[in-house]
T-cell receptor, first 113, second 113 residues
Framework: DVKVTQSSRYLVKRTGEKVFLECVQD?????MFWYRQDPGLGLRLIYF???????EKGDIPEGYSVSREKKERFSLILESASTNQTSMYLC????????????FGPGTRLTVT | QKEVEQDPGPLSVPEGAIVSLNCTYS??????FMWYRQYSRKGPELLMY????GNKEDGRFTAQVDKSSKYISLFIRDSQPSDSATYLC?????????????FGKGITLSVRP
């Protein structure tokens, strides 16, 4: 079974803090994605990576950065957390050459106060 | 016009009902059409996918794609309380390894015993 794990299920941070969200997949997938999910707005793509050290902006990259130093790990960084970044963050992965099935982690509920 | 529109819901039906979930889209280049199911406090999981037009059946679930109308549907027969979840439609282009998914906003379905 493909497993995508995220470092925390729940996280509470203060405004201005630097926040790291970690995602690890164990199936040697090339592609990894970070989304945020908000009521009424659905899933929105923040960043994705199709190879180690490669990254591409998604639909809402502002206020976020990412790091992919190893194939299995994809980190999302909030440089200076703000209250409008309170959200559910979901990581996903998929093998190269396949577009339809993304394997999601359980999500991290981040609250910024 | 948004690329993918999905009925917002929520939807509540009695057990045994036939459920119809729908999405419309504007990009005629989409080739893969997916339905993801997301249980509460979990990440989405792929339920079904269809390549190009046509129907696909899997047990109580049927996915339909009408590319001429840019309309996709998911039918659930004999709905069960265990079908209670959020359903997201998703679509992708027929490109290579780093093709993104475009999601609808999701509809929450509740099946009453």
């Amino acid at each position: 079974d493909v497993k995508v794990t995220q470092s925390s299920r729940y996280l509470v941070k203060r405004t201005g803090e630097k926040v790291f969200l970690e995602c690890v997949q164990d199936m040697d997938h090339e592609n990894m994605f970070w989304y945020r999910q908000d009521p009424g707005l659905g899933l929105r793509l923040i960043y994705f990576s199709y190879d180690v050290k490669m990254k591409e902006k998604g639909d809402i990259p502002e206020g976020y950065s990412v790091s992919r130093e190893k194939k299995e790990r994809f980190s999302l960084i909030l440089e200076s957390a703000s209250t409008n970044q309170t959200s559910m963050y979901l990581c996903a992965s998929t093998p190269g050459g396949q577009t339809y099935e993304q394997y999601f982690g359980p999500g991290t509920r981040l609250t910024v106060t | 016009q948004k690329e993918v529109e999905q009925d917002p819901g929520p939807l509540s039906v009695p057990e045994g009902a036939i459920v119809s979930l729908n999405c419309t889209y504007s990009n005629s280049a989409f080739q893969y059409f997916m339905w993801y199911r997301q249980y509460s406090r979990k990440g989405p999981e792929l339920l079904m996918y269809t390549y190009s037009s046509g129907n696909k059946e899997d047990g109580r679930f049927t996915a339909q794609v009408d590319k001429s109308s840019k309309y996709i549907s998911l039918f659930i027969r004999d709905s069960q309380p265990s079908d209670s979840a959020t359903y997201l439609c998703a679509m992708s282009l027929p490109t290579g390894a780093n093709s993104k998914l475009t999601f609808g906003k999701g509809i929450t379905l509740s099946v009453r015993p």
